[in-house]
């Protein structure tokens, strides 16, 4: 679907079931006020989403049923910002990929991934921190639920955030969940907050020269084998004043 020169307050909609389908959304040059919705049910589908120099959109993405190898691209910016846009991404099942790169202010990105060895980054070739889901600008919020069995193998989510202002949430539930975190370029006043459950869990959290921000990872159950880093600052010669880091462990062997 392709709609473009100005699209303001336009729906696309498509719906697919089976295996190796391909969803394909286009809405640019000017798109406002506009809706892009994709649903899938089985494995090995790819759904791609874009939205470019707008304000006001939103991305809906549901791959239904519990299957595998489905993969998703959400892209909002092409150069421009976009702002005030929201994306949905909702993978049930086994090695599905999510990838997301998100420009301008007051965005708001929502993945949930239920299964084993899902992931969650940026996308190839396209943004210069490929391996990161990427949001650029000011008082943007990612939200970011995924869940394993308690037999694993758990789940990884990559996410960068670069501004000011903006709030950062992942909760992964399970075993073996891995977790990296940025918010960098300057960013102030930002928030980043990682909570795990379960046993040989990672979660890193690093904030790049910036002033006035909190990090915190909490290691919620009691578990074993856990890993907690936080850093905060880059070298000894640029300042990053004012920041807050806690991080919680509970079991053994953490």
């Known amino acids: 679907i392709y ?10 909609t498509i719906s697919q ?7 394909l959304s286009y ?8 809706t892009a919705t994709t649903s899938q049910s089985g494995t090995s589908n790819q759904s791609f989403a874009f939205q470019a120099s707008g304000a006001d959109n939103s991305i809906v993405i549901d791959q239904l049923t519990t299957g595998s190898l489905n993969v998703v691209q959400v892209y909002q910016g092409d150069g421009a910002a976009t702002n005030r846009n929201s994306t949905s991404v909702t993978q049930r099942g086994t090695s599905n990929t999510a990838q997301a790169d998100v420009l301008g202010n007051d965005n ?12 969650i980054r940026g996308i190839l070739t396209v943004s210069p921190f490929s391996l990161f889901a990427s949001q650029y600008g000011n008082r943007g ?20 955030q670069r501004g000011n202002d903006n709030v950062m949430t992942i909760d992964q539930s399970g075993t073996s969940h891995l977790s990296r975190t940025r918010q960098s370029a300057g960013a ?4 980043a907050t990682v909570g795990q459950s379960g ?24 578990g074993s084998g856990n890993i907690a880093v936080i850093t905060q600052g880059v070298n000894t010669t640029t300042a990053s004043n004012n920041n807050t880091s806690t991080i919680t462990q509970r079991g053994n062997s953490n």
């Not at 709609?3 to 696309?12: G, I, K, L, P, R």
């Not at 919020?141 to 308690?150: A, E, H, V």
Request: hydrophobic share 30%; aromatic share 2%; no cysteine.
């Open 141 to 160: 919020l990612i939200t970011i639920t995924q869940t394993s069995p308690d037999a694993g193998p758990g789940n990884r989510a990559d996410v960068d």
């Open 3 to 12: 709609q473009s020169n100005n699209a303001t307050d336009n729906v696309a």
């Open 108 to 119: 708001v990105m929502t993945a949930s991934q239920t299964g084993r060895s899902n992931l």
């Open 199 to 222: 046993s040989t869990n990672s979660g890193t959290i690093t904030q790049f020269t910036g002033t006035g921000n909190q990090a915190t990872i909490d290691q919620l159950t009691t």
């Open 17 to 23: 079931s089976g295996a190796t389908n391909t969803a």
């Open 188 to 191: 102030a006043s930002s928030t």
């Open 27 to 34: 809405q640019i040059a000017n798109a406002s006020s506009s």
